[in-house]
């Protein structure tokens, strides 16, 4: 079960221990050989992704980081270079049109998410990738709606053969539907607590998206580049069926569904954990996430004034994009910082972070 946290602390992973199966073990001397120059032969309600008791670093992932190019330190990572905004790579999706339980502001926010993005951190257009719920699905660009798919390809598109380099910042905002899902399913005999989601805009005919499977992901991003990676997530996860447009979450479908899909997803991903397993831990260390409320709160929309008349914005993510032009943040300012800014803008729902790096500079800061 995953537990919300509104004040992260710093965790750090132990070293990974040379591994006992001949395939793991030969990964296990190239990162050893490679590292010290010797040569050898042959040849990326929340989704709160939880205090971990224990994590234990791929070795896969320390071979995929050497030969993307990333410097490496036996025992030990090269350190960080000063963060450059132009080389920050954004993820924006938004979705406002779900056949189901639609939503009203999202839209409008990841617009102006984009707009402060370029204006105020210095983000380049070309380096925002961004999947925008339309008015109406049949009439967008299928390859820019925001569905599992697409959502899911965009996350696979932060690799090293594309424009994105070892070190370089990674942005993950969302704003949307939420569902919270009971693990195992009720007709099990004992609840081991909950799998929180994303809901994509297809939702209705495909599974949501898991915590455990995004996690998975990032943690390889994170592990192969050295990436540090931040995520913003609008969206809540109480598991209610609520039909307020105004509350961005919505209940669950088939917990086994999802998790089996998203299984599938990561067939190819060598070495990873099975998100089927009932005591599969998160990856703390790879990411923070920056989230709308609580497990136990909802995100709220709240209507704004624009020259057309009335409107619609998220309350998380209209109070972010202040605070961001607001100056508050000065230089050096942490995941921390940010939150103690967020605060005091709501009454009805408090924002949390969670992560192993809540200490560190935001995703823009040197």
């Known amino acids: 079960m995953y537990h919300t946290i509104r004040y992260a602390q710093s965790w750090n992973p132990p070293h990974s221990n040379a591994p006992t199966s001949p395939h793991h073990s030969n990964i296990y001397k190239r990162v050893v050989s490679r590292a010290l120059g010797q040569s050898v032969g042959g040849t990326r309600s929340l989704p709160e992704f939880g205090f971990a008791q224990e994590y234990e670093m791929d070795n896969f992932a320390q071979v995929l980081r050497l030969e993307s190019g990333c410097n490496f330190q036996l025992g030990s990572f090269a350190a960080s270079p000063q963060r450059d905004p132009s080389r920050i790579y954004a993820i924006v999706i938004s979705i406002d049109r779900y056949s189901s339980y639609a939503l009203r502001g999202c839209v409008a926010d990841a617009l102006a998410m984009v707009k402060c993005l370029v204006q105020v951190v210095g983000v380049p257009e070309e380096r925002i990738q961004t999947l925008l719920g339309p008015k109406d699905q049949h009439d967008a660009d299928v390859s820019s709606i925001p569905s599992r798919e697409n959502i899911l390809s965009a996350l696979r598109s932060l690799s090293p053969e594309t424009d994105i380099k070892c070190g370089d910042p990674i942005l993950f905002y969302f704003a949307g539907h939420g569902s919270r899902y009971t693990w195992p399913d009720p007709d099990d005999d004992k609840d081991l607590g909950f ?157 949390v972070i969670a992560g192993g790096r809540t200490k560190t500079c935001l995703w823009y800061q040197n």
């Open 195 to 351: 799998v929180e989601a994303l809901c994509p805009m297809d939702r209705d005919t495909v599974p949501d998206i898991s915590d455990r499977e995004l996690n998975t992901i990032l943690s390889r991003i994170h592990h192969t580049g050295e990436h540090p990676i931040s995520i913003i997530l609008d969206c809540c996860h109480s598991g209610g069926a609520t039909r307020s447009s105004t509350v961005r979450t919505v209940p669950p479908n088939s917990l086994r569904a999802m998790l089996h899909a998203g299984e599938e997803d990561l067939k190819d991903l060598l070495g990873h954990e099975s998100i089927l397993d009932k005591n599969w831990r998160p990856d703390l260390d790879s990411h923070v996430i920056v989230a709308a409320c609580g497990e136990s709160e909802f995100a709220q929309e709240v209507q704004v004034a624009v020259r057309e008349g009335a409107g619609y914005r998220g309350a998380f993510t209209k109070a972010l994009i202040n605070t961001l032009r607001s100056g508050a943040l000065r230089e050096g300012a942490t995941y921390e910082d940010l939150f103690k800014a967020l605060v005091p803008h709501f009454s009805s729902q408090t924002p």
